[in-house]
């Protein structure tokens, strides 16, 4: 089952420009974030999965699993 998230406007932001920065490191030099395996970050109390889809990383609809 999906956990839901429970994220401020700032903390949505915050990820959101991690997210972009780790894209650009990815398109820059090729490395991509353990893309074979589960992928998260945290920020205060909330874990959310995220993946690589050839052109950007992107939160995962179902945080949780």
């Given amino acids: 089952m ?3 998230l429970n994220l401020t406007a700032d903390q949505l932001r915050k990820i959101g420009s991690a997210l972009d920065a780790m894209a650009e490191i990815t398109k820059s030099f090729g490395v991509g974030l353990a893309p074979h395996g589960r992928q998260q970050l945290g920020l205060d ?3 959310l999965s995220f993946t690589w889809d050839g052109q950007a990383y992107v939160i995962d609809d179902r945080n949780g699993d």
């Fill in 45 to 47: 109390d909330n874990v």
């Fill in 2 to 4: 999906s956990a839901p």
